[in-house]
């Protein structure tokens, strides 16, 4: 058998008695290979939905507390599915501070920061990208430094700034520091410089004035990566929980990760099922907007990793 | 050229980099000015100290546990999720429905906020009532502290930031996967390279620029964690999850030792700045180029 094996390997024929035997072989060890790779299928698989389930379960153990009652959290083995759907706990939740106001202000902000970032970042992009200009390699240093170094790092002085201009607990405070992005100038850069010249050739031609043609033409050409750039500013300043927790003082321009890290302290550490049920009220927007834009997420993200 | 079309450039750039100066620039000079100074934030009088607040700062016992800590949490955080998220993108390096779903799952943590990641892994972490102890229990495991021993919280700490990041790793990998083009695969299987030898000759070469640039932006963001230790920990217990930007939030906005959090602050900038610098001669002199 095994000679035949090695046979079949090389390839060598053996005489007509061999060859019955070697296609017997041959589909034997056929076989063996469908099952082989039946095997690896069914345990590849089988990783895949354990990785699944890594990822999803605390989402999940995260739902089913924030529906339980306090004693039930408490049970094991764990109840996946209550007894009683507890929806008080999101009242609970929603009462332990001004959540109204959490929540416009989550929007004013995100929404206040988006609209002066493509304000900003629209036309410097496109002037870094078309136009020759004195000391333009100098300004351009200044958006990569801006985009090298987090803003982590100097919010003490930011603070101090804000503090002097009378702008803390502010939403103008919370939004003029975000107002450009160097991270979207150096995309839409990225973007503006691959448009054809030929393009802008014809139009200038037509004497046409020189913002309409960036307003109608050259703008228009970059949208799939103003949606990305806007969908990658919304959801990171929507989940910003550093900044309004440095630059605020009050409840006046305070957003809603704040107010959910608040249930903790207002409603003493061991209350699970109504933090989360907080929780869940942070996470659920983004989760939908995830799975139903996922793809055009996905690449917002990824896609600075690429280029 | 008509004197405004030499201004336009100008005029278009003015507003974002007025923007950058105002709250980026200028902070940056402030800070490393203030970093000399001994000011309580209220005092309206600033004393100048010079260079005593780094002295004090790398002589005093807590710093330096700040920076281990710092340093550890970094290290382990980068190697963990930069390894694993190599090693999900080449399994699940297809394009199917299916794997597109499981792309799409461990992703979901990098867009959710880490106030609500915090809060969920403290609840699984919860030494009592806690699912992670009855998951390890399930397989025979004791009761572990998670994030109340010294022992364990920082490790703890960098689970949660692995879970959140290899996810998003992992499909960066996978980008720069799909943009090896064909061909070069097709040739070493024409040449019957072992599988190993195509990874370590091949497809690690051709990665490099993007394990570079995954590597730097992990270690610029460890370095900075905040609101997991905010959150979690408050950098205990006694001290043991005590990193750099946390620390100079307590000295600053609690202790109100501006002049001191500063001069934490700009070794903190040194530091990115340094990691920054390597990146670019790193990516320009040693990685490999289509």
Redesign the interface.
Known sequence: MLKSVNDTISGVPIGAAAKNDRVFVRSKRQALRRTLRAILQVVN?A??LG??L??????G??LS?SLKTLPE??I???EWIPHNFVWQNFADAWNTGPFLSYFVNSVVIAVGILVLQM???I??A???AR?K?KG?GF?FG??M??L??????????????LSAFKLLNTHLGLI??F??S?FG?FLLRQAFKQISEELLEAARLDQAA?WKIILQIMVPMVKPVLVTFALFSF?AH?????WP??MTTNETARTL??G??KI?EVEGVAT?NI??AG?LI??AP??AV?FLS?RQ??KA??YN??K | MTLW??L??????A???L??????????F??IY?SMFDWNFVSPTKAFVGLQNFQDLLSEEDFRKVLTNTSIYTILTVTLTTGLALL?AL??NKRNI??G????????????????I????S??M?P??G?LN?VIGLVGFGKLQWLSHPSTALVSLVMVAV?KGV??NA??FI??LQ?IPADIYEAASLDRSKPWTTFTKLILPMLSP?IF??VIINM??SF?V??TI??MTQGGPINSTNTL?YY??EN??RFFK?GY??AA?VI??II??IL?IVYFKLLSNRVHYR
């Open positions: 698989y990783g895949l990785l699944v890594v990822f999803a379960m605390p989402f153990w995260m507390t959290t408490m094991f083995p764990p304000l900003t970042c036309p410097a496109y002037a870094f136009y200009f333009s300004l200044i958006v430094v801006t090298m170094i987090p803003g982590q790092l100097i919010f003490l002085p930011v603070y101090l700034e003029l520091p107002a450009s160097a100038i020189e959801i929507w989940n910003d929980y550093f927790l440095v990760p704040l959910i890290a903790r699970w933090l989360m929780n942070l996470v983004i989760l995830f996922q997420i996905i993200f990824v990793g690429v | 079309a030499k336009r450039p100008y005029g278009m750039v507003p974002a980099i923007v950058f100066s105002l709250f980026f620039i200028y902070p940056i402030y800070m203030l999900l399994w699940l299916f794997h779903f499981v792309q799409g799952a461990i992703f979901s943590p990098h867009i959710i906020s880490l106030v609500s915090s809060l969920l892994w609840w699984l919860d009592e009532y699912l009855w879970w996810g998003y499909l960066v980008a720069g943009s993007t640039f995954l610029i963001g900075q905040f609101e905010a959150i930007v100079i939030y600053g906005f501006i959090a500063s602050g903190l900038l990115v700045g920054t």
